[in-house]
């Protein structure tokens, strides 16, 4: 069983609103000015095979994240019957 201490979030991990850590403070950012933009097309070819995989085919689509939005953009453009 896992240690419960470690599950815990502990004070100033992201949190709304929260401006301590690498998210809040800039650092993050600093090192990663793209926020990944450039794994988008990966990520969203491997969410299609997901989804085929197991027969989906879902009336909408939302990406809930921090990220630059490139991963719902690269979709549409490998799936052009996406309903977003």
Not at 7 to 36: C, F, K, M, P
Not at 39 to 52: C, G
Request: glycine share 10%; net charge neutral.
């Amino acid at each position: 069983m896992p240690d419960q201490d470690k599950l815990q979030l502990r004070r100033g991990d992201a949190s709304v609103g929260d401006r301590t850590g690498i998210y809040g403070d800039g650092t993050y950012l600093e090192n990663n000015r793209t926020w990944h933009a450039e794994d988008s097309p990966w990520k969203a070819r491997q969410i299609k095979a997901i989804l085929d995989r197991n027969g989906i085919s879902p009336a909408s689509v939302c990406e809930i994240g921090c990220g630059a939005g490139e991963i719902l953009k690269n979709f549409v453009r490998i799936d052009a019957r996406s309903p977003f």
